[in-house]
């Protein structure tokens, strides 16, 4: 028996946002890492749901995996295809297939 490819593979996921100081010339002084080195897998069929505090990452991480946001560092593979590695046409297209969903929180 084989193990079944991944659905959705996420490798080592950052997402740090520079803080910059300087009106003319900017200088990045840090940075807020949003997103730092998150890992897994989620096979065909399986269904993954991000829980935390408000404000530690979670529509971040998932807008980097979709990359709405550019991540600093990382890989994403859907259907064994590195979406950070897409130009924006084949992006746009793969896109297609990716879904985010928001809970209400009053609806729970």
Excluded at 82 to 92: G, N, Q, S
């Amino acid at each position: 028996m084989t193990a079944a490819s991944p659905l959705l593979e996420v490798k080592n996921l950052k997402l740090h946002f520079p803080i910059e100081e300087g009106v003319l010339f900017r200088k990045q002084v840090g940075a807020i890492r949003a997103v730092d080195g998150i890992d897994f897998e989620i096979q065909p069929g399986e269904t993954l749901g991000l829980v935390g505090e408000s404000g530690c990452g979670k529509s971040t991480a998932a807008r980097a995996i979709a990359q709405l946001y550019q991540p600093t560092a990382g890989e994403v593979f859907f259907d064994g295809v590195d979406l950070t590695k897409l130009h924006k046409a084949d992006l746009l297209k793969a896109r297609k297939n990716i879904q985010m969903i928001f809970q209400d929180p009053y609806a729970s």
